[in-house]
């Protein structure tokens, strides 16, 4: 049931070290401090409360329970956020053969399960490299047909209480849900559900999940532990325990585009909790607003303003945006507005597109098909820059230049579908399909593989 694989621990040079020695605790410290200047008692005790040394024992003191040390927290996290990505540096991380890396989340402090185009769902250990494959849940009536090429796990979900881990079986077309942390098989949307692949999944709350498919269908599921005990469960030569199949609440279909009505596949979906509304993009160029409660209706379609390979989508809550990213653009949209007043950003990474996206507070982070991860200042409406000290004695100051942090080479296959028609080149520049953050402990997780379709390899790397 379970295989492992060790990764190795190859280290690269990080893209830009100047001005990473002036920690929070510097730039706060000295920030109080004048040459000559006594301070009244207080204003001296104010500036005292500021410091990291005053939060630090307040913390063991308080546990957290006191206002502005709350307060001082949420400054130190911004801090962090600004400062973290020129700090980041790459350990790859080796997985064998496996085929391009499509889906992760982090399930703890140190392990991130992942979904491949290989169609393998594991679990990668970041400290040691260890690979645990999980195996997949198998559709009730066996697949006769199977499909013209290799689809994959697009998708991986926590729901909101990291209670259970939503991806696909066996069969693409087939929604998959595991208990956590043990992983166990739980149940298998296999019955009435999807005719296509599913590439995106997002949990409404604790037990219910929408999944998007490429037969332009949205189903919504229902995952109650009560519903389990009068199921019919089934297994495979007892490969697997006993889990049950269920068939969807509520699927709905995407209109269709009168451009291209062909081609309305659901490529990615986003929830709103705080307006209880799911945002889906399809591949003719819209986006779809839904009210999901115990159905799904749709609120207004909206044609976005870069139609090619919408392949990502996410949600900020705090600014209440979605974030949609297409072959080199990440568009912002406020469905409440009707004149959207955040301009596009361009990535210009060669047009390899963007294929990973993600918020945190005002920065949007960028995975791109070209190797690089990019990080957008939402509020100033500008790129991240690298930073540069002119001396000793200034500070860090921008560069000029856009922050941008180049993976590593990956693994690629050196077949005859290599040498034949890409003419045997070394190296491909690894398309970011799927990145995620382990905020608590300032890291970040990016995955991948090679552009070309016909390319097999991978790329995984965990950055700190």
Request: with cysteine.
């Amino acid at each position: 049931m379970v295989s492992q694989q060790t990764g190795s621990r190859k280290r690269k040079a990080p893209v830009e070290e100047a001005g990473a020695g002036s920690s929070s605790s510097q730039s706060l410290a000295t920030a109080g401090q004048g040459e000559g200047l006594l301070l009244p008692k207080k204003q001296k005790g104010l500036v005292e409360r500021r410091s990291v040394v005053y939060y630090l024992k307040g913390r063991e003191v308080c546990a957290g329970g006191c206002a502005n040390l709350r307060s001082f927290e949420g400054e130190l996290r911004s801090y962090a956020v600004q400062r973290l990505p020129e700090l980041l540096t790459e350990r790859q991380l080796a997985l064998g053969t496996l085929n391009k890396v499509f889906a992760s989340q982090w399930l703890n402090s140190r392990q991130v399960v992942c979904g491949t185009k290989c169609n393998t769902l594991f679990v990668v250990d970041v400290q040691t490299g260890r690979i645990t494959h999980i195996p997949l849940m198998q559709d009730k009536v066996p697949v006769l047909a199977r499909p013209e090429m290799p689809s994959g796990i697009h998708a991986i979900e926590l729901n909101p209480s990291k209670t259970l881990l939503a991806t696909g079986g066996e069969n693409p077309n087939s929604l998959a849900v595991y208990q956590l942390p043990t992983l166990d098989p739980v149940c298998l949307g296999d019955q009435h559900g999807h005719k296509d692949w599913i590439f995106s999944i997002a949990w409404m709350n604790d037990t219910v999940a929408v999944s998007g498919s490429r037969d332009g269908t949205m189903a919504l599921w229902q995952v109650d532990p009560d519903m389990f005990s009068g199921s019919t469960a089934w297994h495979k030569g007892g490969q697997l325990p006993a889990y049950a199949h269920i068939s969807p609440r509520d699927i709905e279909v995407i209109p269709r585009a009168s451009s291209n009505p062909g081609n309305r596949k659901v490529r990615a979906l986003a929830f709103s909790s705080r307006n209880q509304e799911l945002g889906a993009v399809s591949l003719d160029g819209y986006f779809h607003l839904w009210k999901a409660q115990n159905n799904l209706f749709r609120l207004l379609s909206i044609r976005l303003p870069y139609c090619r390979e919408n392949v990502c989508l996410t949600y900020c809550d705090e600014l209440a945006l979605y974030a949609v990213g297409s072959q080199s653009h990440v568009s912002f949209l406020d469905p409440r507005q009707r004149q959207q007043n955040i301009r596009p950003l361009c990535s210009r990474e060669g047009g390899t597109g963007v294929r990973s996206l993600s918020f945190y507070q005002y920065i949007v982070t960028v995975g791109t098909g070209h190797s690089s991860i990019l990080f957008y200042d939402i509020r100033a409406q500008k790129f991240l820059e690298e930073k540069s000290v002119p001396s000793l004695d200034s500070f860090p100051g921008p560069a000029g230049r856009k922050l941008k942090l180049i993976c590593g080479r990956g693994w690629l296959n050196h077949d005859d579908l290599w040498m034949n028609y890409f003419g045997g080149i070394e190296e491909f520049p690894n398309a970011l399909y799927t990145h995620c953050y382990n905020w608590p402990e300032m890291k970040l997780f990016v995955a991948g593989g090679p552009l070309p379709s016909g390319l097999h390899g991978n790329y995984a790397g965990l950055w700190s």
